[in-house]
Nanobody, 115 residues
Framework: QVQLAESGGGVVEDGGSLRLSCTASGMRFTINEMGWYRQAPGKQRELVAGFTSSGTSNYADSVKGRFTLSRDGAFNRVYLQMNNLEPEDTAVYYC?????????WGQGTQVTVSS
């Protein structure tokens, strides 16, 4: 089993910044992919940013140029630096990790951007 511990959510004004962190533990094998999803009320969960198994990163079009994904050398901890936040970024943000094709999820952290 993989445990994912998230931190860094909160309330920020339009144009503000937040940094999310996700720490993975309990792995017996190497994590293949890791990143962040979000789910706003009444909407489906969507990918925000993630590292692929090849080490490249993908971003949702809506966050390109504003959000930056980074990690420690191994897939033990990933960060999401969110700048120039907009009210449309308000959602619960979930850390996701894929290990041997099985997805694992964190408990989620709320990000609220006030206008």
């Amino acid at each position: 089993q993989v445990q994912l511990a998230e931190s860094g959510g909160g309330v920020v004004e339009d144009g503000g910044s937040l940094r999310l962190s996700c720490t993975a533990s309990g792995m017996r094998f190497t994590i293949n992919e890791m990143g962040w999803y979000r789910q706003a009320p009444g909407k489906q969960r969507e990918l925000v940013a993630g590292f692929t198994s090849s080490g490249t990163s993908n971003y949702a079009d809506s966050v390109k140029g504003r959000f930056t994904l980074s990690r420690d050398g191994a897939f033990n901890r990933v960060y999401l630096q969110m700048n120039n936040l907009e009210p449309e970024d308000t959602a619960v943000y979930y850390c996701n990790a894929v290990l041997s094709g099985v997805p694992f999820w964190g408990q989620g952290t709320q990000v609220t951007v006030s206008s």
